[in-house]
């Protein structure tokens, strides 16, 4: 192998590129924030948390965050822990998330799902979880909030199988909880890590030869070493072994107890994770399977497109996962989808939400580019004799449904570029009506995207908008070559999407099931074909 073909592999090995799925107040800023912490990416705690709550000055891109104080579309954060570049694709953590957080998912390799042991799995981390189960990706999953009084662990293992559908093997036990809480049993590594509440950095580890060695007992008193005993021998006995293979095909989900605010079970926490997750992965495209390791040109796609990050410039950021290859500033690739050449010359990277300007990047980095408009969601960037064009992103089912018109019928022109330029940042669908006038739908995931979209309409295009909120909660793409739109008149209406495949909209589930029985022959897709 050449020395560059050498580098390549070792810079493929060290990356980790993850997404955190959870549900709001489950810690995942905090947690973001002691994983920065570590890699040395921020010096203050509470930076990240200090910019949720009121420093915007960076991150923000509009009125709405400030207003709001949540951070209306995902970013990057990157940092290095012993010999790992850590690329973390951060999720809106709000309730009124959107199909832009699916699609970010499909640029991670592996996800960490953080959970509120007091709570359990939650609606928002079930949906995000069902993402990255159908793609098969790793999940390695943090049971949050131990020095609160939570639910008993094999509950929150069984609700893990029960909800999700997914084993686990966890990675410690913890040792009581609660006010009880003192701390966590490292199965890997047969030690006992030590909770010392009030004294948050300094974790006290002491090696031990198993779970029954006599200094478990006389740290954590007769009773709950009893009950350790029993618990863990549960587990050998019943419990699933650590299969890697499993775990790399998210069939078996490894599960760390800990508690990020007080910084415990964090550290154990990400250098397990950094051992076990996956180096960047290969992606599928038109000339077969593009591996980071053993294909050299460059490659990558993008995979979000983010507007006005910066309020006083009207650009937008086209986020790019790199696939193969070195990526430099200044390089030349191909723009597939245009067939143009295009120079690469401002691009970002992002530490802790600040941009910096990048020189090089590396399969599994993410870039953001400066757009002026020429890219869409999907698009394919590739260098050589041959185009690469990566699989086609999946288009998500909105779940909330607007019609939409204009006040001052004058500004028809700007509504309709508005609606296509925003519709193609990929956060809001468009639909048309099929019968009577041609009417527009809007469907988004979170109801939030709506009122991204009237503001920005208003901001961007000068058009005041009128939204009309539709009863309807399903849409599923239908496929049959004989079909009716008089059997969609009840509970439901059929529309077209942007390529005019016919989409059905269902006020509810039985009006969804009523329709497939009614019509067996035709299929009826969750994403678009
Ligand atoms: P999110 O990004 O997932 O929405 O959650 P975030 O980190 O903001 O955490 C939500 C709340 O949970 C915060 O409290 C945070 O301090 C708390 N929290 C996070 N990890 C732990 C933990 O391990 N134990 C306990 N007991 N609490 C935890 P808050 O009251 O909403 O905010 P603040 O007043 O602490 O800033």
């Avoid at 949720?52 to 991150?59: F, I, W």
């Avoid at 999940?139 to 949050?144: E, G, K, L, R, S």
């Avoid at 983010?306 to 690739?333: T, W, Y």
């Avoid at 495949?501 to 009006?511: H, K, R, S």
Wanted: charged share 25%.
């Amino acid at each position: 192998m050449n020395q560059t073909a050498t580098h390549m592999q070792n810079e493929v090995q060290k990356r980790r590129t993850f997404a955190i799925i959870s549900h709001p107040d489950a810690g995942k800023t905090t947690l973001t924030e002691k994983l920065l912490l570590f890699g040395g990416a921020i010096r203050l705690a509470g930076t990240v948390k200090g910019r949720k709550a009121s420093r915007h000055a960076t991150s923000d891109w509009m009125e709405i965050e400030k207003q709001r104080g949540i951070s209306v579309t995902s970013s990057v954060m990157q940092f290095d822990y012993v010999g790992h570049r850590v690329n973390i694709l951060d999720t809106p953590g709000h309730q009124d998330f959107s199909e832009d957080t699916y699609r970010t998912l499909t640029a991670a390799d592996s996800a960490v799902m953080l959970i509120d042991s007091a709570k359990g799995v939650e609606a928002q981390t079930k949906k995000l979880f069902q993402v990255c189960s159908k793609r098969g990706i790793p999940i390695f999953t943090f049971m949050n909030k131990m020095d609160r009084e939570g639910r008993d662990p094999f509950d929150l293992m069984e609700e893990l199988e029960q909800v999700l559908g997914i084993r686990s093997y966890p990675m410690n036990w913890p040792i009581g909880s609660g006010k009880q809480f003192c701390g966590v049993y490292d199965r890997v590594r047969n030690q006992l890590e030590l909770f010392q509440n009030g004294d948050h950095d300094q974790i006290v580890v002491r090696k031990v030869s198993g779970y029954d060695d006599p200094l478990v007992r006389e740290i954590a008193g007769d009773y709950l070493y009893e009950q350790l005993q029993e618990q863990l021998q549960l587990l050998d006995v019943a419990g699933d072994e650590f299969d890697l293979e499993k775990v790399r095909k998210g069939e078996l989900t490894p599960v760390f107890f800990g508690s990020a605010i007080n910084n415990f079970g964090v550290q154990t926490f990400l250098e397990n994770f950094l051992e076990l997750a996956p180096q960047p992965q290969p992606r599928n495209s038109s000339q077969g399977e593009i591996d980071p390791t053993t294909f050299e040109k460059f490659s990558g796609y993008i995979f979000k497109i983010q507007a006005n990050m910066n309020p006083a410039h009207r650009d937008r950021i086209a986020f790019l996962r790199i696939c193969s290859g070195k990526f430099e500033r200044g390089m030349s690739v191909k723009h597939v989808r245009v067939g143009k050449d295009i120079k690469l010359s401002q691009p970002q990277q992002f530490l802790a939400q600040e941009r910096d300007i990048v020189e090089e990047a590396f399969p599994g980095d993410i870039i953001g580019l400066f757009d002026p408009g020429i890219f869409r969601i999907g698009d394919s960037l590739s260098q050589g004799a041959q185009d690469i064009v990566f699989d086609e992103l999946p288009t998500f089912s909105p779940e909330m449904f607007s019609k939409v018109s204009i006040k001052n019928a004058l500004k028809q022109k700007q509504f309709l570029k508005g609606i296509d330029q925003l519709t193609e940042e990929g956060t809001i669908q468009v639909f048309h009506t099929t019968s009577g006038f041609d009417e527009l739908i809007l469907g988004v995931v979170g109801q939030l995207q709506f009122e991204v979209m009237e503001y920005r309409m208003r901001a961007e295009y000068g058009v005041d908008i009128l939204l009309h909120r539709l009863p309807f909660q399903f849409a599923r793409w239908v496929i049959d070559d004989k079909l009716d739109p008089a059997k969609f008149r009840i509970n439901s209406q059929l529309v077209k999407d942007k390529k005019d495949n016919y989409v059905a909209l269902f006020e509810n589930e039985y009006a969804m099931r009523s329709a497939m029985e009614k019509m067996p022959q035709a299929k009826f897709l969750e994403t678009a074909p």
